[in-house]
């Protein structure tokens, strides 16, 4: 029978952010490539689509309410842009302000020249910081002599907290004072329990292959010279010019014109139906059911858990212990007449030490132009997190006054802002703690059986927008290969 002419084939993409689009979009892309008629629906239980990428555009303020970059290291973000024709929309950072700050005692110090996440790659600059005592930095230093894990310590697992590994190589000071911070910036996590391995597990291959992480920064630093010289046309950090609502406009554009979109209707259950799955969904006060021969599930593990509570229990059970973490965002426009400090960085970081009630900040116009208009400064203030969940109980206007106070405080900000805007992101950051691998894998093989459905988002291998593309397209792939297998 010839593909072309085969009856196509109903597909249903749930949750319509980074992920359901990409997932959408490629399946669409694979269709095309395979000559397999398919009829996509994706279906969104909010107004509009990108879940926790946004942007305001308004007064001449351009605001991200969520992610406003993406990681270029990591090429799956680049190339869907190139797919897209939006590669002459893409931004770097600016360099004059290349950097970042760390809270020291309520002050704000440059984090050491050379300082990559976890690893110095520079002597003079660590001896330099105030951010660490003269014990502190001694310590840090004798990580080059310290021993790789072996079975006589006991420490031979694959994986670690982040606090274990940075206490067993750096010290204890090394981690409260540089690497917490920093890691929470990214993860919103907890140091004890997030898993190594799931997040950053290139430090443990680099203590694995080199047994120093100095010693193999160094070796990588004296590699990457020559390849530095024709480098990737982006930095480390890529964003669009008119914000990341660009990358989830296009998606939604692309997926609309090839597919259907069916915004406000929310998918309550996947049920076994023949062939295929019946998916139920609600949309203004009424509920319908209606049949696809796949479904992609894109949504928050927990909520694909309850979706799937009574087809697959066991599916449904594992993918309720992936925990989240919260974050409200308080994105403010400043003059920078009312603000003494410079800003002569990237953003702010503080150690959960530092007791404070705001994890970090970022100065948003310092990073990208057209953030904010002249003469002014956009911050975004991050409050929550693993660390700090109480917090988010607080109004709207209590968590406002807060974080007001933080920035004077530490930042000197004084003055009404310009613009003002609370996002709450509840339950958006998947949790990766120790043995977060393993359930993963549980779960990839509890639906190995489960002809016709995938599972893909921030929940599994990866938080990052790159990471979110990745494991949709992967999924797609999975899916397309399957249902061209049926014909």
């Known amino acids: 029978m010839n593909q072309s002419s085969s009856p196509a084939k109903r597909i249903a993409v749930v949750g319509g952010g980074i992920t359901g689009l990409s997932a959408a979009f490629r399946l669409q892309e694979l269709a095309d490539e395979n000559n397999q ?11 509009e689509a990108g879940g926790w990428i946004g942007t305001i555009n308004q007064e001449g303020y351009l605001i991200d309410t969520g992610a406003d970059m993406f990681i270029t290291n990591k090429p799956a973000a680049i190339e ?3 797919r897209l024709g939006l590669e002459d929309q893409l931004i770097s950072t600016n360099q ?3 950097g970042a700050l760390i809270l020291k005692d309520g002050t704000p110090v440059p984090v050491p020249l050379g300082f990559e996440l976890m690893t110095p790659s520079r002597i003079l ?7 660490l005592s003269p014990s502190g930095k001694l310590r840090m230093g004798l990580e080059y002599f310290v021993p790789r894990r072996t079975s006589e310590t006991g420490l031979d697992t694959d994986d670690e907290s982040l606090a274990e590994f940075v206490t067993r190589r750096f010290g204890k000071e090394a981690l409260t004072r540089l690497i917490q911070p920093l890691v929470a910036g990214i993860y919103t996590s907890d140091p004890e329990k997030l898993s190594l391995r799931a997040t950053l597990p290139r430090f443990l291959d680099m203590e694995r292959d080199h047994r120093s992480l100095i010693k193999a920064i160094r070796k990588q630093k004296r590699a990457s010279k020559s390849a530095d010289a024709t480098g990737a046309r982006y930095g480390l950090f890529a964003a669009f010019k008119k914000g990341m609502q660009t990358l989830i406009c296009t998606l939604a554009e692309r997926v609309s014109s090839g597919g259907t979109i069916l915004y406000d209707h929310r998918v309550t259950q996947v049920a076994a139906a023949d062939a295929g799955y019946d998916l139920t969904f609600e949309s203004a006060d009424k509920s319908q059911t209606q049949h696809f021969d796949a479904v992609l599930l894109t949504t928050a593990a927990p909520q694909a858990g309850q979706m799937l509570a009574s087809y697959a229990p066991v599916l449904s059970e594992l993918l309720k212990q992936i925990e989240y973490a919260s974050t409200a965002i308080q994105v403010s426009v400043h003059r920078l007449e009312n603000i003494k400090h ?8 503080i150690p959960a030490v530092e007791q404070r009630k705001i994890f970090a900040v970022a100065f948003s116009s310092r990073k990208f ?4 208009p002249e003469g002014c400064v956009q911050l975004r203030t991050f409050v929550g997190g693993a660390m700090q969940p109480e917090l988010l109980e607080h109004s709207d206007d209590e968590l406002n006054a807060i974080v ?3 920035l004077t405080d530490i930042l000197g900000v004084s003055g009404e802002p310009v613009y003002s805007k609370l996002l709450r992101h509840n339950q958006s950051m998947p949790q990766y703690h120790l043995g977060h691998l393993q359930l993963v894998e549980r779960i990839e093989q509890a639906t190995v059986g489960l002809s016709g459905l995938e599972l893909a988002g921030n929940a599994y291998r990866g938080v990052g927008i790159p990471d979110c593309i990745q494991s949709a397209e992967l999924a797609a792939a999975r899916m397309m290969a399957e249902l061209t297998a049926r014909v």
């Not at 008629?37 to 107004?47: A, D, G, K, R």
């Not at 600059?125 to 951010?131: A, E, G, Q, V, Y």
């Open 80 to 82: 869907l842009c190139q």
């Open 342 to 349: 410079p800003l002569k960085a990237f953003g702010l970081v």
């Open 96 to 98: 004059q302000y290349r």
């Open 125 to 131: 600059p660590m001896l330099k910081t105030p951010l």
């Open 369 to 372: 132009p057209g953030r904010a």
């Open 404 to 406: 007001n106070r933080e």
């Open 37 to 47: 008629p398919v009829e996509v629906t994706l279906f969104e239980s909010q107004p």
